[in-house]
């Protein structure tokens, strides 16, 4: 009972505005330098209060029963046994879309232009030089088989992005975590696994975000791999 009342905001703001009442009126309305007592008085009710406040929203976690739609969707999402088909189902989605559906789509637009430029410099030159092969063949030939490559990845890049900038990724990693840890990886392993499906020099490089130098090696080593 006690402990629920001390979480109680409006008990705690009535407790920062009389602890601040008490201070200003106990200290002496003189100046030191610049500084007046009572706006440091000021600044260090403020500064008691957010630490009451961050207190009652870290209790409100722990012992409250109601719970909102973050709450449910984070349940979900790391649950012991859905989470890994969650997980494989939405690298399915994000692959899809990138090797298979809109990727493939924007990939051949972008081929079938530059096949067509292709063809016109082709015809313009009208010769069947060494040069004009270099040039035509050679030149923007591999560029174009640069570019058709290109739009999967990014496609592919900027799913893998929007998951981490909505936490499911975060989340993926504590879920995975004490799987991992048995072959000596962290959680954390996970983003440059799925990074380096792409590219491996992107996967190696996202792993120094894993803070033991053990699994950031072991990661980097096989991060290629994938």
Not at 14 to 43: H, S
Not at 139 to 168: K, Q, T
Request: aromatic share 12%; proline share 4%.
């Amino acid at each position: 009972k006690e402990e629920k009342e001390m979480r109680d905001p409006d008990r705690i703001d009535n407790f920062c505005k009389e602890f601040g009442k008490i201070w200003k009126e106990n200290i002496p309305d003189w100046r030191f330098g610049q500084t007046p007592y009572k706006i440091q008085a000021d600044r260090t009710v403020e500064h008691i209060s957010v630490l009451f406040c961050c207190r009652y929203h870290a209790k409100r976690k722990v012992y409250t029963k109601n719970r909102n739609s973050q709450d449910k969707i984070d349940n979900l999402l790391t649950n012991k046994w859905l989470g890994i088909p969650i997980f494989v189902v939405i690298m399915f989605l994000v692959f899809w879309i990138s090797q298979v559906g809109p990727g493939v789509w924007i990939a051949d637009i972008f081929t079938e232009w530059l096949t067509k430029g292709q063809e016109f410099i082709a015809g313009l030159l009208n010769s069947e030089s060494i040069w004009t092969s270099i040039l035509v063949d050679g030149i923007i030939g591999g560029f174009i088989a640069i570019i058709g490559f290109l739009p999967l990845v990014m496609v592919m890049y900027f799913l893998i992005a929007m998951l981490e900038d909505c936490g499911y990724m975060a989340r993926v990693s504590v879920l995975l975590d004490p799987i991992f840890k048995k072959v000596g990886l962290s959680g954390k392993s996970v983003i440059p696994f799925v990074v380096g499906t792409g590219c491996a020099i992107p996967g190696v490089m996202a792993c120094r975000t894993i803070r033991s130098e053990k699994e950031r090696r072991a990661t980097a080593l096989l991060a290629p791999f994938m």
